[in-house]
């Protein structure tokens, strides 16, 4: 069965500090994986596409990973902001375009 | 203006009655997609269509139905509504003619039914 799965389920940080979220698949066949923002209230915003032959990419202070070997991706936020309190949700899609959603990660940033 | 636009944006409304969410977009994609969103879940598929032509249900279609009115718009409708459809509902939109999947999502409709 295709699946998304994220941890932590939630995680609180100081401002200014670093944290990285994390994601397991089992989607098969892969196609890619996108990180989404979504604020509270608001739908999810696209922040980074990783395909099969990428690594690392970087989106000002969000570096996304993947090993496809693994199945992993990561999230990593430098220097966190309070504006970067949201839910991350990890998107993997499968060679029909077919999208399969984590559960997500709660951040809250506190001052 | 928003390129995905749900309304109405809150809705509360009585056990057994039918309502329906509206949903536009002017991004031009033929692809449509209505979820849901429930507290410590991920998004899961209601409905989907590819084209006007075309719908497709999701993982969770029972109790629910849409109508592809037009390219820009694809409505969801609860026939008759029971509680535990309370709920915040996404209408999306993707173009994966790029080889792309990125989906572009309302802000959401938040129903209660009470």
């Known amino acids: 069965k295709n699946q998304v799965e994220q941890s932590p389920q939630s995680l609180i940080i100081l401002e200014g500090k670093n944290c990285t979220l994390q994601?397991?698949?089992?989607?098969?066949?892969?196609?890619?994986l996108r990180w989404y923002k979504q604020d509270t209230g608001r739908g999810p915003v696209s922040l980074t596409i990783?395909?099969?032959?990428?690594n690392t990419k970087s989106n000002g202070r969000y570096t996304a990973t993947l090993d496809a070997d693994t199945k992993q991706s990561s999230l990593h936020i430098t220097a966190s902001q309070l504006s970067d309190s949201a839910s991350y949700i990890c998107?993997?899609?499968?060679?029909?375009?077919?999208?399969?959603f984590g559960s997500g990660t709660r951040l809250l940033v506190r001052p | 203006d928003a390129d995905v636009t749900q309304t109405p944006r809150n809705r509360i409304t009585k056990t057994g009655k039918r309502i329906m969410l509206e949903c536009s977009q002017t991004?031009?994609?033929?692809?449509m997609y209505w979820y849901r969103q429930d507290p410590g879940l991920g998004l899961r598929l209601i409905y989907y269509?590819?084209?006007?032509?075309?719908?497709n249900k999701g993982e969770i279609s029972d109790g629910y139905s849409v109508s592809r009115q037009a390219q820009a718009k694809f409505s969801l409708s609860l026939e008759s509504a029971i509680p535990n459809q309370t709920a915040l509902y996404f209408c999306?939109?993707?173009?994966?003619?790029?080889?792309?999947?990125?989906?572009?999502f309302g802000q959401g409709t938040r129903l209660t039914v009470v």
């Open positions: 999306a939109t993707s173009d994966p003619g790029q080889g792309d999947t990125e989906a572009f």
């Open positions: 994601c397991n698949y089992t989607v098969s066949p892969f196609s890619n």
């Open positions: 990783m395909t099969f032959s990428e």
């Open positions: 998107v993997v899609g499968d060679s029909s375009y077919k999208l399969i």
């Open positions: 991004k031009g994609h033929d692809r």
């Open positions: 269509s590819f084209d006007v032509k075309d719908i």
